[in-house]
């Protein structure tokens, strides 16, 4: 403080200046008289001489804080190291003598604290507030922390040297003057008081610096350079904003690792190494711990499908700990090693946030299995921890609910993904706990959808040696992993007592977790799952009805693997009920020993009677001769006939459209027809054309062309197109174009074949996309004898073809539950009537319960079809709604 200041100050005091002001050289106090009383001397109203302590001090006090007072010029501010005489003496006087403070009274180390203090205030508080009070960029928070760390620093040092010079030694002198009681010693006494003032004034110098900065600021800013250290230190990806910058491959770690020493260092020297520094290296460290398993050390092991926790143990024990007790060391925290229990409690978080991180990319695991075994091991380890299973089953609960369950995903994807979560929970958990959890809603939900069953069977049926079969499987029709899970072998395991294992020494209680009706199943492949979906009648009419398909269109002999299928789902779901299905696969096995045997007893001779196995006796063995050496008898021209003699009863109701065969073809039926009754006991034949199978070949001027697997009412249309006696020579008589054969209409040929108008344009349909047939005009076809370049015959041959594929996908051979539906709808609806009018208003549940006793023949549908017939009888005006799903009479 200048001259000028201190002779104002001494004359009018400043406020705020009156406790860091030197004390002037000034009239002592002498007191006053009171009225009456005559002048005495100076000493003579205090015997005691307080008023001479006063001015004793009052000099003392001015020559020690001049002398401590602290220069407004940092630059120029001089290390007074030695203490003049006068000095010397007022500081014995203050800090040891009678001027020590009493109550009330301030001391001479309280009064430089408020002029560090102040000073702090007045001359540095300043310029760190401009640094600190605008926003912070994290490029620039080294910079920033390490210039506040000079700053404070060289201000510290600055407050320190008179304090430590020539305050702290007489407080260590007085303490030594203490009369002390016996026992103790005299140099501990000493030492704690002097700690106790050094530790008062360095934590007032501390905090006068905490302060001064913004704490939040602070503390993030830290924080990042925390974090910036040590992603530079692992080499690992900085994230800031959800961006990640990736650090330089040149950089030195050792500089790294000594910057951030030095800065924590000074940090905590100057005060701010404290709570509010180890809330940042926390921040910091939950940052590196998430920056560290979201980069590529641990990403999912997709070559060589292992676990990675091993690896994240292995960093955080020689890793993270390592960094961590080193800034704790430099911040002087303690303890500054990490126990045992905070090494596994650290480890055991590093595993929950790597398995979480594994669960919210569940569903992509699943979906690319057996290539992520290694993300399904990682969360192997994940599931060992409290609170593990819940937060998997509820996550990839709602991941299955948003990504699958929804209507703009196939049946075929859906059952690709349940079989890829049936494998990868299996390994997941053995134990089946949480399969059981994530797959009720799948299972819950292929149920309602109609297609799933005939997914699920058809899938099973693909031959995976068959192109065509594994084509159909590709376009997403059919589920080729359905298929493979068919082609592995199965193991069915014995039948064993689960309440009372006695000779199973690995016997284990069903999990903590299981739900009440839980039990281990002893059949765990896949083929299980799929086929336990449903009721086991409702699966085995479906099965009924696709097998029965599948066998009439089977062109495989031998039908190993029908057997096959049939004998797998009789081990898995039991024999109950699948005679029928036995008797429709012995039926086709049987039907080709019949046609067998007809056909040789049509090569005998006329003369010889027909034998059959029933009529012919035992044969006694013979010597085998040798056969003659004439060349095989070529086979008869003409076309074949072979038949599968079906059981009506055992089979699901089939097609049954009647037309008119071609003549050679209905002989053929009627020869065949004659013989069977002969071998067979004068059995009767019911002729279902609508189900056949034919070859044949067509010759034209230009080419012959032949055609596989046709319907036998495409056959019977395309054969309508010979030529009649006679007609040939009139085509040509009227000038027909050359490329141009014998032209039919669609009347006529409705006329002559006796045929649906459906099948009839289906056929024609085909027969002009395959480029056999030609619409000359509406509704009028010609046969093409000659193919030419045209653009418009390509054209209409493409469009045709597409829609003859459509419909044959869209046709089988046995009847669909709408089409059965439409053919009984007039009785269904005759008996809902005469039911809603003998017994009054009833519930539809209670109307499809009547008709499933009462309809005869019984009513194999359920009540959403029930409530279609309603619906049109509602239109009808013949029945109406009475309110929730009760229905009466119309009135």
């Known amino acids: 403080m200048d001259h000028a200041t201190l002779v104002f100050a001494s004359v009018f005091p400043v406020p705020s200046l009156s406790h860091t002001t030197p004390t002037p050289i000034a009239t002592p106090n002498l007191g006053y008289t009171e009225p009456g009383a005559s002048f005495g001397s100076p000493y003579a109203a205090d015997a005691g001489g307080t008023q001479r302590r006063t001015v004793l001090r009052n000099l003392a006090w001015s020559t020690a804080t001049r002398f401590l007072s602290l220069p407004k010029d940092l630059d120029k501010a001089p290390r007074r190291i030695k203490r003049p005489p006068d000095v010397e003496e007022a500081l014995d006087y203050l800090l040891v003598g009678e001027g020590t403070g009493r109550e009330h009274e301030e001391g001479i180390a309280d009064w430089y604290a408020n002029e560090v203090r102040l000073h702090f205030a007045n001359h540095v508080r300043q310029g760190l507030a401009e640094a600190w009070d605008k926003d912070i960029e994290l490029s620039n928070a080294w910079h920033v922390l390490e210039d506040t760390q000079r700053v404070l620093d060289q201000m510290q040092n600055l407050y320190r040297q008179p304090f430590y010079a020539h305050i702290l030694p007489f407080v260590e002198q007085a303490a030594a003057n203490i009369t002390i009681r016996a026992g103790r010693s005299t140099d501990n006494l000493e030492a704690e008081t002097v700690g106790a003032a050094k530790r008062k004034f360095e934590r007032e110098i501390h905090a006068v610096f905490a302060h001064s900065l913004p704490v939040e600021r602070f503390s993030k800013t830290l924080s990042y350079v925390l974090y910036d250290a040590a992603c530079k230190l692992f080499r690992l990806q900085v994230r800031l904003d959800d961006v990640a910058h990736a650090v330089p491959e040149h950089i030195d770690t050792k500089k790294v690792r000594r910057r951030m020493m030095v800065l924590l260092v000074g940090l905590n020297r100057v005060g701010l190494g404290q709570d509010e520094a180890q809330r940042a290296l926390a921040n910091a460290m939950d940052k590196l711990l998430d920056a560290y398993i979201a980069s590529h050390y641990l990403k999912v092991d997709w070559y060589s499908k292992q676990s990675v926790t091993a690896q994240l143990r292995v960093w955080i024990e020689n890793g993270f700990v390592p960094l961590a007790e080193l800034v704790l060391e430099c911040l002087k925290c303690d303890p500054a090693s990490i126990p045992t229990l905070q090494r596994k409690q650290w480890q055991e978080m590093a595993l929950t946030r790597l398995g979480r991180a594994r669960v919210e990319n569940l569903f992509d695991f699943v979906t690319n299995w057996d290539q992520s075994l290694g993300a399904i091991l990682d969360l192997k380890e994940y599931l060992r921890l409290d609170g593990g299973k819940e937060h998997l089953k509820g996550s990839f609960s709602r991941q299955v609910s948003r990504r699958l369950l929804h209507p703009g995903a196939t ?97 284990q209680p069903p999990p903590y977790d299981a739900s009440p009706e839980y039990k281990k199943s002893k059949v765990e492949d896949v083929i299980f799952f799929l086929l336990t979906l449903w009721d086991r009648d409702d699966f085995i009419n479906e099965l009924k009805n696709i097998l029965g398909d599948h066998l009439l269109k089977c062109q495989d002999p031998e039908f190993q693997k029908e057997i096959r299928l049939l004998e797998l789902i009789k081990i898995r779901l039991g024999e109950d009920n699948l005679q029928a299905c036995e008797v429709m696969l012995r039926d086709v096995l049987e039907s080709r020993r019949i046609n067998e045997t007809i056909r040789q007893a049509g090569d005998r001779p006329q003369n010889q009677p027909p034998q059959t196995p029933e009529t012919l ?178 054209d209409a041959a493409a469009a045709a073809q597409e829609i003859a594929e459509v419909q044959a996908a869209q046709s089988t051979t046995v009847k669909s539950q709408a089409d059965l539906l439409n053919e009984r709808k007039d009785v269904y609806m005759s008996f809902i009537t005469g039911m809603l009018t003998n017994q009054g208003n009833m519930p539809v549940v209670r109307v499809l319960m009547m008709m499933r006793m009462m309809v005869q023949g019984g009513f194999p549908f359920g009540a959403e079809e029930v409530r279609a017939l309603l619906g049109e009888m509602e239109a009808a005006g013949k029945v109406v709604r009475l309110g929730g799903d009760v229905w009466g009479i119309g009135k």
């Open 411 to 507: 049946t075929t994807y859906i059952l690709n993904v349940y079989i890829y979560i049936i494998r990868a929970f299996n390994k997941l958990e053995p134990k089946g706990v949480i399969l059981q959890s994530v797959a009720r809603p799948i299972r819950r939900y292929l149920k309602e959808r109609e297609d799933t069953a005939r997914t699920i069977i058809s899938s099973l049926l693909i031959d995976l040696n068959d192109e065509a079969s594994v084509k159909a499987a590709s376009t997403g029709e059919l589920s080729f992993e359905i298929a493979s899970e068919m082609a592995k072998p199965f193991t069915h395991a014995e039948d064993a007592d689960d309440e009372a294992s006695w000779n199973d020494l690995s016997w």
């Open 617 to 794: 006796g035992p044969r006694t063995p013979r010597p085998r001769r040798a056969a003659p050496s004439t060349p095989p008898a070529k086979p008869l021209p003409g076309p074949a006939l072979n038949a599968q003699i079906l059981s009506s009863f055992f089979w699901p109701i089939l097609r049954d459209e009647t037309f008119r065969v071609p003549a050679e073809i209905e002989s053929l039926q009627q020869d065949y027809e004659s013989r069977f009754e002969r071998i067979k006991g004068m059995r009767k034949l019911r002729w279902m054309n609508a189900l056949g199978d034919s070859r044949i070949t067509l010759e034209f001027d230009d080419r012959t062309e032949e055609f596989d697997h046709l319907t036998p009412w495409q056959v019977s249309v395309v054969y309508a197109f010979q030529p009649q006696p006679g007609e040939e020579k009139t085509g040509k008589g009227k000038g027909k174009a050359k490329s141009e054969g014998i032209t039919r209409n669609a009347e006529q040929l409705e006329e002559i074949l006796e045929m649906d108008e459906t099948l009839l344009h289906q056929a024609l349909a085909f027969w002009v996309g395959k480029s056999v047939l030609r619409e000359v005009s509406p509704h009028t076809y010609a046969v093409i004898e000659r193919l030419d370049s045209s653009t418009k015959d390509s």
